[in-house]
Nanobody, 115 residues
């Protein structure tokens, strides 16, 4: 059974940091492309960052230089280190796995940036 479980969300002040984790099971994590998305209230879900199976990374312009995606293929976990957070980063953050033609989503973790 495939599972993606996000954690690490919470309330943080502007300028603060959070690290999100997404623990994967039920498929070959090391061969998968992992992505983080987010969805702000009243807005569509948007792509944030990508970690390729070869180690490549890519970021949305809105987070470039502030967020870092990384993965641990032994722990089957992908991370999103988020620094210099602003209220515009508020939303539910989801991880997404692409394994071959199959796509899996986690349930999301809430990130709220507010003073």
């Amino acid at each position: 059974q495939v599972q993606l479980v996000e954690s690490g969300g919470g309330l943080v002040q502007p300028g603060g940091s959070l690290r999100l984790s997404c623990l994967a099971s039920g498929f070959t994590f090391s061969n998968s492309v992992m992505r983080w998305y987010r969805q702000a209230p009243g807005k569509e879900r948007e792509w944030v960052a990508l970690s390729g199976s070869s180690g490549s990374t890519n970021y949305a312009d809105s987070v470039k230089g502030r967020f870092t995606i990384s993965r641990d293929n032994v722990k089957n976990t992908v991370y999103l280190q988020m620094n210099k957070l602003t209220p515009d980063d508020t939303g539910v953050y989801y991880c997404k796995a692409q394994y071959g033609l199959r796509v899996y989503w986690g349930q999301g973790t809430q990130v709220t940036v507010s003073s």
